[in-house]
Nanobody, 121 residues
Framework: VQLQASGGGLVQPGGSLRLSCAAS????????MNWYRQAPENQRELVAG???????NYADSVKGRFTISGDYAKNTVYLQMNSLKPEDTAVYYC????????????????WGQGTLVTVSS
């Protein structure tokens, strides 16, 4: 399974970006897709998560500014980021919990390569 993330870039404070992450490969079902981020010298943190049932959860630091959505028919998740702040600067990673076979309940975690978001004037 491969995750391809895109949409990062340089944006001014107060601006917006939309990240996308598409999963491909041996996928029977995706039970959750999440966005994490890691700033220099910081640990990787969960930014937002989206379950196959349509539930979303957010880190307190991004509530009201970021919106996660998904299209599991396309194995794709999006992160709309508005009102960006310099402290949102980080490498953003897509994560998916995938069940690969109909005959197995095992789920595996996969990560994308990361996309850099820089918020600066």
């Amino acid at each position: 399974v491969q995750l391809q993330a895109s949409g990062g870039g340089l944006v001014q404070p107060g601006g917006s970006l939309r990240l996308s992450c598409a999963a491909s490969g041996r996928i029977f079902s995706i039970n959750a897709m999440n966005w994490y981020r890691q700033a220099p010298e910081n640990q990787r943190e969960l930014v937002a998560g989206f379950t196959s049932g349509g539930s979303a959860n957010y880190a307190d630091s991004v509530k009201g500014r970021f919106t996660i959505s998904g299209d599991y028919a396309k194995n794709t998740v999006y992160l709309q980021m508005n009102s960006l702040k310099p402290e949102d600067t980080a490498v953003y990673y897509c994560h998916a919990r995938v069940r690969s076979y109909s005959w197995s309940l095992l789920e595996y975690n996969y990560w994308g390569q990361g996309t850099l978001v820089t918020v600066s004037s």
